[in-house]
């Protein structure tokens, strides 16, 4: 069910009229300073540090850094010469900084709080990329809204999230913080965070903004180096990029942040084809365009901005409104408008989004959080239960050999591998509260299945290879195992922001663990805990079964133990491809067909030559895009669409037939793809237009009904419009990308229906 959630983007003329009575009133530095989001710290102050801490000491309280203000803060505040904070996640800072804005300048206007909540706050849920493979947008809403939730009740009234960039190239770190490579699954998820996130009856009776981010194209940085050149056509910027940005403000997102990088020789926060043209003209967006951080200063070292002062003039003309951090236009702006370089029309309509955004959120008539609530809020019993529902949702079966899984105990168990007991990697990337102890590790989970004697835990080695290992010590202690469980993967900082890759297989020495496992003979059940897909073709065949339990948040090593033993049926499926070789990257799904495709069937490329294929490997994954085992088995059949022919005003009906024939309980994520096989411009081999998480008993059969719109059949074409071209369309349901029940169809003019 969803939930009731706010929306920005609605004209609210009573909101209007405040606003400009509010613009009318205010002087040009006071206009300026809304643009301005800093970090209200100063530096660390290490006698303030042990002053805090002896205090805490003293008094039998935790601990808790909370350093100086930046001397000139309160200042700057009383001047209205600062518009919002970023990554203060104190609720005293923030009222006590708030009470200054409100009571103590010119104009009262109140401060808006921004932060990186990316996959929970403090409950944390699994990584993104792992909530994008549920294929379950409500279950995300509902954990974008426990986020909120906990956010709000510490004070922040905006939450840069959702992450929403395609990421095609697994060496980015970053591709965990998203949902993937595919524009549709995207969509779908970024939809469900802004609501979940905007939701309308947060405790704290606050309400939160969302800002979908990195605005646009970070996700192709080339070869997977963050913060990299992005470079590719503007058909593919509107065809893969944009369409989750698109989605994000229809589901109510009044802001957004815009990315680090450039595209074909513009940076994104200086690009007046993305920030006006696109955002504004076309769309009719009126939300707020903030930077990223320092994104403005960066325009320097992009070399397409002499200074500070240059960028900030760029980035205004460009259509920025908000700048984080780095203080171009707190310095500049000023005289920039006074010799005329930018008009003041600009800056009234930048000041003018960030009051209408602060209006909206209700900060003037409730600036203050309470700061008691947050007490009562984090990490309450039912959010934990909705994080251990996350990740068994998330976790994605890859191999299942001889059914070795679910486990049926009693069974003598050795658990090798540095990932079993690590808590803090379960938080991944981009937890800003870093509780290991809310943590419940492998070894956690598995305590609730097995009584103590039934296992036993040998490292092994160390995730990275700096430490000595005892790959001995591991191979001794696997001898009177039954099976080994080998719990594997990265550690929370090898994915993320800067956090780039070259080499995508086990870090360290853990290939090598896996290694002497194998050669002892006994059957490895291995459970990776990682924050990308990794590059695992020798793992995977060492190994009876896989399963990929990502950096899975509090609850992560419950929700293991839960899928090990069968208390849970996996039905996670991954949203981005396994490559067999980094030399395939970026690999993904719908890619196009090229003048010389390989034949399908993947092994006789070898064969071939003078072909879009490589001589070393085929060019299919190791797993695709989609897939997901489960402990049932599911059977499609009956797939009629209906009609075969449409008009591009009418919509298909697809219906097919599901049925469990396994002997548990299980949920069925059911795709729907599409191929236009003739375009003005070339299309990719397929698309997703659809998908239906069901869950089935056993013997169980149910009707699946798809309604494909023929305007969800939409591309740019060549004039670089949308068209919905005629001509013929195949179509698939089924379990992944590779196939399915196949089907075909025909859009056609209405005119020659006559
Ligand atoms: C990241 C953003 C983040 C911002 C504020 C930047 O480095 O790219 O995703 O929201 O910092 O913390």
């Given at each position: 069910?969803?939930?009731?959630?706010?929306?920005?983007?609605?004209?609210?003329?009573?909101?209007?009229?405040?606003?400009?009575?509010?613009?009318?009133?205010?002087?040009?530095?006071?206009?300026?300073g809304q643009l301005v989001q800093l970090n209200p710290?100063?530096?660390?102050?290490?006698?303030?540090?042990?002053?805090?801490?002896?205090?805490?000491?003293?008094?039998?309280?935790?601990?808790?850094?909370?350093?100086?203000?930046?001397?000139?803060?309160?200042?700057?505040?009383?001047?209205?010469?600062?518009?919002?904070?970023?990554?203060?996640?104190?609720?005293?800072?923030?009222?006590?900084?708030?009470?200054?804005?409100?009571?103590?300048?010119?104009?009262?206007?109140?401060?808006?709080?921004?932060?990186?909540?990316?996959?929970?706050?403090?409950?944390?849920?699994?990584?993104?990329?792992?909530?994008?493979?549920?294929?379950?947008?409500?279950?995300?809403?509902?954990?974008?809204?426990?986020?909120?939730?906990?956010?709000?009740?510490?004070?922040?009234?905006?939450?840069?999230?959702?992450?929403?960039?395609?990421?095609?190239?697994?060496?980015?770190?970053?591709?965990?913080?998203?949902?993937?490579?595919?524009?549709?699954?995207?969509?779908?998820?970024?939809?469900?965070?802004?609501?979940?996130?905007?939701?309308?009856?947060?405790?704290?009776?606050?309400?939160?903004?969302?800002?979908?981010?990195?605005?646009?194209?970070?996700?192709?940085?080339?070869?997977?180096?963050?913060?990299?050149?992005?470079?590719?056509?503007?058909?593919?910027?509107?065809?893969?990029?944009?369409?989750?940005?698109?989605?994000?403000?229809?589901?109510?997102?009044?802001?957004?942040?815009?990315?680090?990088?450039?595209?074909?020789?513009?940076?994104?926060?200086?690009?007046?084809?993305?920030?006006r043209a696109i955002l504004r003209d076309e769309w009719?967006?009126?939300?707020?365009?903030?930077?990223?951080?320092?994104?403005?200063?960066?325009?320097?070292?992009?070399?397409?901005?002499?200074?500070?002062?240059?960028?900030?003039?760029?980035?205004?003309?460009?259509?920025?409104?908000?700048?984080?951090?780095?203080?171009?236009?707190?310095?500049?702006?000023?005289?920039?408008?006074?010799?005329?370089?930018?008009?003041?029309?600009?800056?009234?309509?930048?000041?003018?989004?960030?009051?209408?955004?602060?209006?909206?959120?209700?900060?003037?008539?409730?600036?203050?959080?309470?700061?008691?609530?947050?007490?009562?809020?984090?990490?309450?019993?039912?959010?934990?239960?909705?994080?251990?529902?996350?990740?068994?949702?998330?976790?994605?079966?890859?191999?299942?050999?001889?059914?070795?899984?679910?486990?049926?105990?009693?069974?003598?168990?050795?658990?090798?591998?540095?990932?079993?007991?690590?808590?803090?990697?379960?938080?991944?990337?981009?937890?800003?509260?870093?509780?290991?102890?809310?943590?419940?590790?492998?070894?956690?989970?598995?305590?609730?299945?097995?009584?103590?004697?039934?296992?036993?835990?040998?490292?092994?080695?160390?995730?990275?290879?700096?430490?000595?290992?005892?790959?001995?010590?591991?191979?001794?202690?696997?001898?009177?195992?039954?099976?080994?469980?080998?719990?594997?993967?990265?550690?929370?900082?090898?994915?993320?922001?800067?956090?780039?890759?070259?080499?995508?297989?086990?870090?360290?020495?853990?290939?090598?663990?896996?290694?002497?496992?194998?050669?002892?003979?006994?059957?490895?059940?291995?459970?990776?805990?990682?924050?990308?897909?990794?590059?695992?073709?020798?793992?995977?065949?060492?190994?009876?079964?896989?399963?990929?339990?990502?950096?899975?948040?509090?609850?992560?090593?419950?929700?293991?133990?839960?899928?090990?033993?069968?208390?849970?049926?996996?039905?996670?499926?991954?949203?981005?491809?396994?490559?067999?070789?980094?030399?395939?990257?970026?690999?993904?799904?719908?890619?196009?067909?090229?003048?010389?495709?390989?034949?399908?069937?993947?092994?006789?490329?070898?064969?071939?030559?003078?072909?879009?294929?490589?001589?070393?490997?085929?060019?299919?994954?190791?797993?695709?895009?989609?897939?997901?085992?489960?402990?049932?088995?599911?059977?499609?059949?009956?797939?009629?669409?209906?009609?075969?022919?449409?008009?591009?005003?009418?919509?298909?009906?697809?219906?097919?037939?599901?049925?469990?024939?396994?002997?548990?309980?299980?949920?069925?994520?059911?795709?729907?793809?599409?191929?236009?096989?003739?375009?003005?411009?070339?299309?990719?081999?397929?698309?997703?237009?659809?998908?239906?998480?069901?869950?089935?008993?056993?013997?169980?059969?149910?009707?699946?009904?798809?309604?494909?719109?023929?305007?969800?059949?939409?591309?740019?074409?060549?004039?670089?419009?949308?068209?919905?071209?005629?001509?013929?369309?195949?179509?698939?349901?089924?379990?992944?990308?590779?196939?399915?029940?196949?089907?075909?169809?025909?859009?056609?003019?209405?005119?020659?229906?006559?």
């Amino acid at each position: 069910m969803q939930t009731d959630s706010h929306t920005y983007n609605q004209p609210d003329p009573a909101t209007e009229a405040r606003v400009e009575a509010l613009l009318a009133q205010m002087t040009l530095p006071e206009k300026i300073g809304q643009l301005v989001q800093l970090n209200p710290f100063g530096p660390f102050d290490p006698d303030e540090y042990d002053r805090q801490k002896a205090e805490a000491a003293a008094n039998g309280r935790p601990f808790t850094y909370i350093p100086p203000l930046r001397h000139d803060m309160e200042a700057l505040l009383r001047a209205g010469r600062v518009g919002s904070f970023l990554n203060v996640m104190l609720p005293g800072v923030i009222n006590h900084c708030q009470r200054i804005a409100v009571e103590e300048s010119r104009l009262g206007i109140p401060l808006i709080a921004g932060g990186d909540v990316i996959h929970g706050f403090r409950t944390i849920f699994p990584i993104p990329l792992a909530e994008s493979c549920t294929w379950n947008p409500p279950l995300l809403e509902r954990a974008a809204r426990v986020a909120a939730e906990e956010a709000s009740a510490s004070g922040i009234d905006w939450i840069f999230a959702p992450m929403i960039d395609v990421a095609r190239d697994l060496r980015w770190g970053r591709i965990a913080e998203g949902a993937g490579e595919d524009p549709f699954v995207g969509m779908a998820m970024a939809r469900a965070r802004v609501r979940g996130f905007q939701a309308a009856d947060l405790s704290s009776g606050r309400r939160i903004a969302a800002c979908p981010k990195h605005y646009v194209g970070y996700g192709a940085a080339e070869a997977g180096r963050d913060y990299n050149t992005a470079d590719f056509s503007e058909r593919t910027l509107r065809d893969v990029y944009l369409p989750p940005f698109k989605a994000a403000f229809d589901a109510g997102a009044g802001s957004v942040m815009s990315a680090f990088n450039e595209i074909s020789g513009i940076p994104a926060t200086a690009n007046p084809l993305l920030l006006r043209a696109i955002l504004r003209d076309e769309w009719q967006w009126p939300g707020v365009v903030l930077s990223d951080y320092e994104a403005v200063h960066e325009l320097i070292a992009h070399g397409l901005a002499a200074d500070l002062k240059d960028a900030a003039r760029l980035s205004i003309l460009a259509g920025l409104d908000m700048e984080m951090v780095s203080e171009g236009y707190a310095t500049h702006l000023a005289d920039l408008v006074a010799a005329g370089d930018v008009p003041l029309a600009l800056v009234d309509e930048a000041a003018r989004r960030v009051l209408r955004l602060k209006f909206r959120l209700g900060l003037f008539a409730q600036p203050y959080t309470d700061e008691t609530l947050a007490e009562t809020i984090i990490l309450r019993p039912d959010f934990r239960t909705l994080a251990l529902e996350v990740a068994q949702e998330s976790m994605v079966l890859l191999k299942n050999e001889d059914d070795i899984l679910p486990l049926a105990p009693p069974t003598r168990l050795a658990v090798i591998g540095p990932l079993a007991d690590s808590h803090a990697d379960m938080l991944g990337c981009w937890s800003l509260h870093t509780h290991p102890e809310d943590v419940e590790t492998v070894l956690d989970g598995l305590a609730a299945y097995l009584p103590a004697d039934a296992w036993r835990y040998t490292p092994g080695c160390p995730i990275r290879a700096s430490e000595p290992t005892d790959i001995a010590a591991a191979v001794t202690a696997v001898q009177d195992a039954d099976v080994i469980l080998l719990v594997v993967g990265e550690s929370a900082d090898m994915s993320g922001e800067g956090h780039s890759r070259t080499h995508l297989g086990l870090p360290g020495r853990q290939q090598e663990l896996a290694d002497a496992l194998a050669a002892t003979g006994k059957p490895i059940v291995c459970v990776l805990m990682n924050g990308r897909p990794l590059v695992i073709p020798r793992l995977a065949a060492q190994v009876k079964a896989l399963l990929v339990g990502w950096h899975g948040g509090i609850r992560a090593g419950r929700a293991v133990a839960d899928i090990l033993f069968g208390a849970v049926n996996p039905s996670g499926k991954l949203t981005a491809s396994w490559p067999r070789a980094e030399g395939q990257i970026p690999l993904y799904y719908a890619h196009k067909n090229t003048g010389r495709p390989a034949a399908a069937a993947g092994v006789k490329q070898f064969a071939e030559y003078f072909k879009s294929v490589y001589l070393d490997e085929p060019n299919s994954p190791l797993f695709p895009f989609g897939f997901g085992l489960s402990y049932t088995r599911f059977a499609y059949s009956d797939l009629r669409l209906d009609p075969p022919t449409i008009t591009p005003e009418e919509t298909l009906v697809v219906t097919a037939t599901l049925r469990n024939v396994g002997s548990r309980a299980g949920a069925e994520v059911v795709q729907l793809y599409v191929r236009d096989l003739v375009g003005s411009v070339t299309r990719p081999v397929k698309e997703l237009k659809g998908f239906q998480k069901v869950t089935l008993q056993p013997g169980e059969r149910r009707a699946i009904r798809f309604e494909l719109p023929a305007q969800a059949l939409g591309f740019t074409g060549r004039e670089m419009r949308t068209v919905v071209e005629p001509g013929a369309f195949r179509l698939w349901v089924g379990p992944d990308c590779r196939g399915g029940l196949e089907g075909s169809f025909t859009v056609e003019e209405a005119h020659r229906r006559g």
